[in-house]
């Protein structure tokens, strides 16, 4: 398991957002050489946690639990099967490309070495938003995406320090639940029931997917009923 790419994006300007200023920084690219990482600050008042990532909509991104974004480039070859296009590593706005790692079922809370300094943890997958439909220009996407079941994951920094595309990555520590992001990322989107489950990784798990499963879990107890 390792890191194929590191990614960065930097501020353009888009028809296709709904941030205030206009611009994205999704068009991210891959970066040679070592990239500090560190945790970049609370929601919306932190950024990105990758040096010389843009994000420019700190309503929705950034912020300490989605410091680092990851996708895997096997699942971006499947993608290109289905899309019939070339996907370069960053393609879907991945701050790491990673290989030989099935991220659907890293738990949520589980926590990556990477290299020699950095320590990650996951804290839920990725949930898709019209920037993003917007970028890859395929109709339906985001149902599409959604219904593939493989966000990718978001990371919060544990251990600051540098990483670089080549760089090991190792599982050095696993939480006591079956809260993996594939199953959180259903539940947030098409198996609602399932909600009150996912509290079960609430200490790990990032801001918005947590709201919603705490939202589900005091309206509906343990789910009967809901939608």
């Keep these: 398991m390792e890191i194929l790419s590191v990614n960065v994006g ?69 993608w290109e099967q289905e899309l019939g296009r070339p996907l370069v590593d960053g393609a879907f706005g991945e701050n790491l490309t990673t290989v030989g790692m099935n991220l659907r079922d890293a738990l949520v809370g589980e926590r990556w070495r990477i290299g020699d300094e950095v320590v990650l943890e996951v804290t839920g997958g990725r949930i898709p938003c019209r920037t993003f439909a917007g970028w890859l220009g395929e109709k339906g996407w985001l149902r599409r995406f959604t219904l593939a079941g493989s966000p990718g994951v978001m990371l919060r920094v544990v251990r600051p320090g540098e990483f670089r595309a ?27 029931k399932s909600l009150p489950d996912m509290l079960a990784a609430a200490p790990w798990m990032e801001r918005e997917q947590l709201d919603i499963a705490r939202k589900y879990a005091a309206k509906y107890g343990d789910g009967c009923g809901g939608e």
């Design 10 to 78: 930097v501020a353009k300007a888009v028809e296709y957002t709904d941030a205030p200023s206009g611009t994205t920084g999704i068009d991210k690219r891959p970066v040679n050489g070592p990239v500090r990482v560190a945790a970049p600050g609370p929601a919306g008042v932190g950024a990105s946690g990758v040096a010389g990532d843009a994000v420019c909509d700190l309503r929705f991104h950034g912020g300490d639990d989605r410091a680092v974004y990851a996708f895997a480039r096997e699942e971006l070859d499947d």
């Design 166 to 192: 080549g760089d090991a990555v190792e599982v050095v520590d696993r939480p006591e639940h079956d809260v993996t992001v594939g199953r959180l990322f259903r539940a947030v989107t098409t198996e609602r």
